[in-house]
């Protein structure tokens, strides 16, 4: 075993050794190789955890909300549309939503406006969320004036203001009491925007969706499923883009690599035959090539990934954010929890470590094989 | 020490330009001695040289390594056997450019997984020998020709072997160098290792050093001195 | 423990060592964050929240999930449709400076 290990030290140190005769190609090599895994692993992280945290949240929405349509638009629920969908088995909860968009001219963003079903702020006060506490410098006890869009001007003091840590889910609301938002969007009384159900058999909600459609044939159920599904899939579509942008550098690298791996020159071959001449076995021939490859992809990978995961993870992953994100103007600051997926960094590590590994193994197969008398020819 | 028989070499067998290198070869390399290979290019002598040191395996006959027949083994042990028993000093040196001096001539020696500071001790003393320890941390492409086959030698006998095999060790090297050589190649064989070299310079062949010369001539032996 | 193998060895030893540190890291960071993410859920259950503050631009994208049926974009054959949002072109300048003065043509997210 320690003649093993003697063995291998000796191996490495020769390649190395020859890996600094080509120093400035290599080294460029590994900083290309590096900086790819780095935005692979970047990408697939930062994706993950969104998604993760998209998932994690919305476990917590309601199973069901229902929308009226009216000539295939969303409309408001009118008044003893809720007793119909009681009487529907599996429905655990409803409750009537009241919310509602208002573009503020002053940031340019629109709010989301909504009345909490419980603890609902006093009339005239509102709870806002922290990008307006941002935007519009609001802080509990200040005074804000929303021009309504029947042209009035409301007043409301800030009651509070919602924490930081729920910023991903409610950055932009403003929460009031149920009179507040009707006077001020001249809500029609015993009308709602949507009713939210709970169920309490996770199996009952597909049933309780095709009752509603029975019942109600103006109501359109979205599902919870269906809600994560369209998160999972903007996300899916997102990374794709980016990946897609990244499959030409990837491709170029390939061939870069190949180029470099694969191509045994002259002058590495008359020294394979040298090293053959003076002792060296065929197997310690390929195993000296097997660490090159080994050394350089590894190093790759361990310092690409640990960058990529520095970066989405504690530098908010601020090179890709526009992109995997999207920009808004009321854009929430969050800090994105960790969640790995293993699968995704052994798959990583698996596309990034060994083709390059294969590549300098396999001209040398060939070149170590032939006979080591070449060397007293020519 | 190694016994030759009936030892024929073909290159491209079977094709269009098939031809013998070597054409029946009966020989004797005693051990302790110097032997010398002397013959045009073109007559076999490296050949003969690369297997003798194993380096290639003959067409037909027999080669022995004190008594024991070699000509039938698999790659690995002959290149055990070329790595224990014997040291190679080529023509061209065959240095591994871009690695000193040092790290060339411990280079036979990885492969035994000897310790390092063993090896390292040993070609300080080898490279002391044949005045050279200025130069250990030199990489061989800035080493002048003489310099540079006293290192090839010096990485020759890093594994201690009882056979040196050179081929033309003189035909790089001015006359001044080339009698430096022949004074290395006698405290080689002070030290009791059995040497065999080719060569066509009389400088070489003509030495006190020399006990055997073989002439060869179109794959044959003609003379045995 | 100048040898090169040696080096290198420790060096990749690093590396390994901060490639497990990642996710030692990753896992004390979700630790801390349990706080947080209670209050998130209890705020989404709450309030009956349907979707992620992410895409504010527009009323029609701050609810993907509550987008009318014939809305702007659709990811996939199975997803809700939803605006794509800004991925791919920067916001007009001064549009995410607050009262930067009048626009001159209708922000993406102008009330109708």
Not at chain 1, 256 to 272: N, P, Q, T, V
Not at chain 1, 291 to 313: K, N, P, Q, R
Request: net charge neutral; proline share 5%.
């Amino acid at each position: 075993m320690k003649l093993w290990i003697e063995k291998q030290r000796y191996l490495i140190d020769f390649t190395l050794a020859s890996l600094a005769r080509r120093k400035a190609r290599n080294i460029g090599l590994l900083l290309v190789y590096t900086l790819l895994v780095f935005m692979l692993a970047s990408v697939t992280l930062y994706t993950h955890a969104l998604r993760q945290e998209a998932a994690r949240v919305l476990v917590a929405s309601p199973e069901v909300v229902v929308q009226r349509m009216v000539a295939g638009r969303h409309d408001l629920i009118p008044p003893g549309y809720m007793e119909k969908i009681g009487r529907i088995r599996g429905v655990q909860t409803r409750t009537a939503r009241l919310w509602g968009y208002y573009y503020d001219a002053v940031t340019k963003a629109n709010y989301t406006f909504m009345v909490p079903a419980e603890d609902a702020p006093a009339k005239g006060e509102i709870v806002v969320g922290p990008a307006l506490e941002r935007s519009r410098g609001l802080a509990a006890n200040n005074g804000i004036s929303f021009r309504s869009y029947s042209g009035k001007l409301h007043t409301f003091i800030v009651a509070a203001v919602l924490p930081q840590a729920t910023e991903l889910v409610s950055a932009d609301l403003v929460l009031m009491s149920e009179e507040s938002f009707r006077a001020f969007f001249d809500y029609p009384v015993g009308h709602y925007t949507d009713i939210a159900l709970t169920v309490a058999n996770p199996q009952e909600v597909k049933n309780v969706a095709l009752k509603l459609s029975a019942a109600l044939p103006d109501a359109r159920p979205i599902l919870r499923d269906e809600v994560l599904r369209t998160y999972a899939a903007i996300f899916d579509w997102r990374e794709g883009i980016v990946l897609a942008l990244f499959s030409a550098a990837i491709l170029a690298f390939g061939i870069l690599a190949w180029e470099k791996a694969s191509g045994l020159s002259a002058e590495e071959k008359r020294e394979i035959g040298i090293l053959k001449a003076i002792g060296w076995e065929t197997g310690d021939v390929i195993k000296m090539k097997f660490w090159e490859g080994m050394l350089i992809s590894l190093t790759a990978f361990l310092v690409g990934f640990v960058a990529a995961y520095v970066h989405v993870f504690h530098f908010a992953a601020s090179m890709f954010e526009p992109v995997l994100k999207g920009w808004a103007v009321l854009y929430p600051h969050f800090q994105l929890t960790p969640h790995i997926d293993g699968v995704q960094v052994a798959t990583l590590f698996f596309f990034t470590v060994f083709p390059y590994a294969a590549a300098v193994l396999v001209p040398i197969w060939k070149a170590a094989i032939t006979d080591p008398d070449s060397v007293m020819r020519g | 020490m190694i016994e030759l028989s009936g030892i024929r070499k073909a290159f491209n067998q079977g094709r269009d330009n098939e031809y013998w290198a070597l054409d029946g070869i009966d020989l004797r390399i005693a051990a302790n001695q110097v032997t010398a290979l002397r013959g045009p290019s073109g007559s076999g002598k490296t050949t003969l040289l690369t297997i003798v040191g194993c380096l290639s395996r003959p067409t037909e006959g027999r080669v022995r390594l004190k008594g024991g027949d070699i000509s039938g083994l698999p790659e690995r042990f002959l290149t055990e056997i070329r790595r224990q028993r014997f040291g190679f000093i080529f023509q061209q040196f065959n240095l591994i450019k871009g690695l000193t001096a040092l790290d060339n001539i411990i280079l036979p020696g990885y492969p035994t997984g000897r310790p390092r500071h063993e090896l390292l001790a040993r070609a300080e003393e080898l490279l002391v020998g044949l005045k050279l320890g200025h130069r250990r941390d030199a990489k061989v492409e800035w080493l002048s020709g003489g310099e540079q086959q006293r290192v090839a030698i010096c990485r020759a006998l890093i594994n201690d072997p009882e056979l040196v095999i050179a081929d033309e060790p003189t035909a790089n090297l001015d006359s001044h160098l080339a009698g430096e050589f022949m004074g290395i190649l006698e405290s080689l064989a002070g030290q009791g290792r059995t040497i065999l070299l080719t060569s066509h310079d009389p400088l070489v062949v003509e030495s006190n050093v020399v006990q055997n010369v073989v002439d060869m001539r179109d794959g044959k032996l003609i003379q045995h001195r | 423990m100048t040898r090169p193998a040696d080096r290198a060895m420790i060096f990749l030893g690093l590396g390994g060592l901060a490639f497990f540190g990642c996710f030692v890291d990753a896992a004390w960071l979700r630790a801390a964050a349990v706080d947080d993410d209670a209050q998130r859920l209890q705020m989404v259950a709450q309030l009956r929240l349907t979707d992620l503050a992410l895409f504010t631009e527009a009323r029609y994208t701050r609810h993907p999930s509550q987008a009318d049926l014939h809305s702007a974009f659709q990811d996939h054959p199975l997803a809700i449709e939803h605006f794509p949002t800004g991925s791919l072109i920067g916001p007009p300048a001064g549009l995410q400076k607050v009262g930067a003065g009048e626009m001159k043509y209708p922000a993406a997210g102008t009330a109708p």
